[in-house]
């Protein structure tokens, strides 16, 4: 047997493709199988071009275990390679045969694997030697035996292979036992071989015989040569991409709808992608879509390929212009990934918008469980976005949906404000919002169900897209303030019983966990509720949005802010105040008087102040002592006021009843309501 180096510009690269080259080792059975695969491939293309006339349809690749040896040898029956071929490919290691073949064959030659660079070599990552037995196709030619024991010294020479194709056998290292398991080589191919396209063989099929399984005389072809993705969708049913789900995602519930890609042109890339039953549960797991080169698998971590949004579906993709044993920053920069990413993007939105057309009533129906993978899109994806404008829907409190334009056209005539601004009324719970969606439903206005987990920011959003309109949860505020039509009346009170009304009732709000209450004044109708509970749309979505963003932590620790809005038209809260202002008339009055003077004091020590630069020095007791004074005199006004309503139970009861209607009232605060309301009884 001749020897000889082999040619690398390191004396040993062994080693550096041991620890370095891939970190998984038992990649090197991918490698191994579809250089067979390959080798099978090229055959069957020269066969084509009439350059090889043998038969070629049942060409297989067997991978086979021998325990006792140690080895584990992978058989095809290719084009194999002459003594030359195995100098140029093998011991060349820089230079990749695949890419003269293409060249030479490039039309039909697209279906070959040159993707693996140093791929053979792998094979050092598990074993201590490496043989070839190989003979070539070509007419006349003698079969070579290579091998190599892992330093950069090999050994070839003729031997006496009469079948045609290559044997690549692994004599499997000490530290590597376990990729003589069967088990384990059964997983492998599973996981790395299952869809390419030459049948793989890996022992016997078995059955059940004499109470135990026994091998029969099929072979076990491990892979499924034709998958769904590289056929014809005008010749698939329902049934077989269900199928396929339920191969490839096992123990799933079924899919609500998939789309077949098919392209060749910029780029060449199939797949198949499957819609998932995502309720609201945002959890992106990176492994749902597999990527294949050439029906090779190659990984299931698909980030930087498809984007984010996407990867909340599931499927296969397979192409061959993904550049593979490369670093996953390059990935994500190189341009071919981008534009296959973006193909991706525009391919699933124009999917999504013929189903929307041709099938509204199915679009409706799963609406809510593909609603946060559109609305996420939406939300990170410019181009998606422009896309599912035109599909996107609004479901209102009726459970009917929209078209974004179609729902704007609906509510345009009632819902313009004064100033032109068109407002969209939205709730977030149907009971617990009833009274305001109830009373908006009745002024015939529409409104919206807003409860997904992601609509908060995905309204945001709409506000940005279209000027002059704005989202506002039914119980932000009065409805007349909501939705301003005229300019708004003004409450009919004086300063003096604006104050007593006010002190009224917040002196009478129960002290409640995280939530703070402001009391203020509407003339609404008499026949509106008599107090109302509101919360500030900004607060609220500053709240809810703060869950989403970082650096936006302090706004959920801070507590709820509520108005309490007393309808002063209504009869019962009239009366109240009146009774009130009655009252305490007598009482109030020194203290207003004397405020009064106290304050025509303290404006006077001021006026003294003319050139700004503060009150003269013999002033400023003064002043301060006033200032002290005017601070007693409102706290006793306060306490006057607040001690004729602690005796009130109809002011506590009221409040109590608007807090009740929002869920605000629990434990010890609505113990008292229950008992309060016995006793009014
Ligand atoms: P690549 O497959 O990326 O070209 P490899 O190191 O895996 O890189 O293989 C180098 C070359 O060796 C291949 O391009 C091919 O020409 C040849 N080769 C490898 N395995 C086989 C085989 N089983 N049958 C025929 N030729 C093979």
Not at 211 to 224: P, S
Not at 268 to 276: A, D, K, N, R, S
Request: glycine residues 6%; charged residues 30%; hydrophobic residues 40%.
């Amino acid at each position: 047997m001749a020897k000889g180096t082999i040619g690398v510009t390191t004396t040993n690269i062994f080693p550096v493709i041991k620890k370095f080259l891939y970190s998984d080792h038992e990649i090197f059975l991918r490698e191994l199988v579809s250089n067979a695969v390959d080798a099978t491939q090229k055959l069957k293309t020269l066969a084509s071009a009439g350059e090889f006339d043998g038969k070629t349809d049942d060409l297989k690749v067997e991978v086979k275990l021998d325990k006792e040896a140690g080895t584990l040898t992978v058989t095809d029956h290719g084009i194999g390679m002459t003594a030359e071929e195995i100098d140029k490919y093998i011991n060349q290691i820089a230079f990749s045969g695949a890419e003269e073949f293409l060249s030479k064959y490039k039309d039909t030659a697209n279906v070959i694997i040159g993707h693996f660079g140093l791929g053979f070599y792998s094979a050092f990552m598990v074993a201590k030697k490496v043989e070839i037995h190989t003979l070539s196709y070509q007419d006349g030619a003698k079969a070579v035996c290579w091998s190599c024991d892992g330093s950069p010294e090999f050994e070839m020479g003729d031997c006496d292979k009469a079948e045609r194709g290559t044997d690549i056998i692994l004599h499997i290292d000490e530290d590597e036992k376990e990729f003589l398991e069967q088990s384990r080589i059964d997983a492998l191919l599973h996981k790395y071989c299952r869809f390419l396209p030459v049948p793989v063989v890996f022992g016997k099929e078995q059955e059940w015989k004499n109470g135990k399984y026994e091998d029969t005389d099929k072979d076990k072809v491990i892979n499924d040569v034709e998958p769904l993705w590289t056929r014809k969708p005008t010749d698939l049913t329902d049934d077989d991409y269900l199928k396929f789900y339920r191969a490839i995602q096992p123990g799933q519930e079924d899919p609500l709808f998939w789309i077949h890609l098919n392209v060749d042109f910029p780029f060449t890339l199939t797949g198949i992608l499957y819609f998932p039953k995502i309720k609201n549960n945002l959890d992106i797991r990176k492994d749902r879509i597999q990527l294949y080169c050439n029906q090779v698998f190659v990984t299931d971590s698909v980030e930087g390929v498809v984007p984010e949004f996407l990867m909340l579906l599931q499927g296969v993709i397979d192409s061959p212009d993904i550049p593979l044993n490369v670093s996953r920053s390059y990935l994500q920069a190189d341009r071919n990934v981008k534009k296959i990413s973006t193909y991706i993007t525009k391919k699933v939105a124009s999917r999504l918008e013929e189903i929307a057309k041709n099938d509204a009533q199915e679009f409706e129906q799963k609406w809510n469980d593909i609603k946060i993978f559109i609305e996420y899109g939406m939300l990170s994806d410019e181009k998606f976005c422009e896309q599912a404008m035109k599909f996107a829907l609004l479901e209102n409190t009726d459970g009917k949906f929209f078209k974004l334009d179609d729902y704007k056209k609906l509510i345009e005539g009632e819902q313009t404000d004064k100033d032109g601004n068109l407002i969209y009324l939205y709730a977030t719970d149907k009971d617990a919002q009833y009274t305001y969606i109830k009373a908006a439903t009745d002024k015939g206005y529409d409104v919206l169900m807003m409860n997904g987990q992601l609509d908060v920011p995905f309204l945001g959003m709409l506000e940005q897209k279209n000027e002059k309109s704005r989202f506002v949860r039914v119980d932000s505020d009065v409805l007349d303030r909501l939705i301003v039509k005229e300019d708004t009346k003004q409450v009919e009170l004086t300063e003096a019983e604006r104050e007593v009304a006010t002190t009224l009732f917040s002196s009478q709000i129960p002290v409640l966990d995280k939530a703070q209450f402001m009391v203020d004044l509407a003339p609404m109708a008499a026949t509106d509720s008599p107090v109302l509970i509101t919360q500030s749309e900004y607060m609220r979505r500053m709240k809810e949005m703060s869950q989403f963003q970082a650096g936006m932590s302090f706004y959920g620790e801070m507590p709820d802010y509520y108005n309490l809005t007393l309808n002063v038209s209504h009869p019962l809260v009239k009366k109240l105040i009146d009774d009130a202002v009655a009252a305490t008339e007598a009482q109030l009055k020194p203290l207003n008087d004397d405020l009064n003077a106290t304050n025509n004091v303290i404006k006077a020590l001021r006026d003294l102040d003319k050139d700004g630069k503060g009150v003269p020095d013999d002033k400023k007791q003064d002043l301060s002592d006033n200032e002290k004074k005017a601070g007693e005199l409102r706290e006793q006004k306060t306490a006057v006021i607040s001690d004729y309503a602690a005796g009130q139970q109809r002011i506590k009861q009221l409040i109590d009843i608007a807090l009740l209607g929002n869920g605000l009232l629990k434990g010890e605060a609505l113990d008292r309501f229950l008992k309060r309301s016995v006793e009014l009884l």
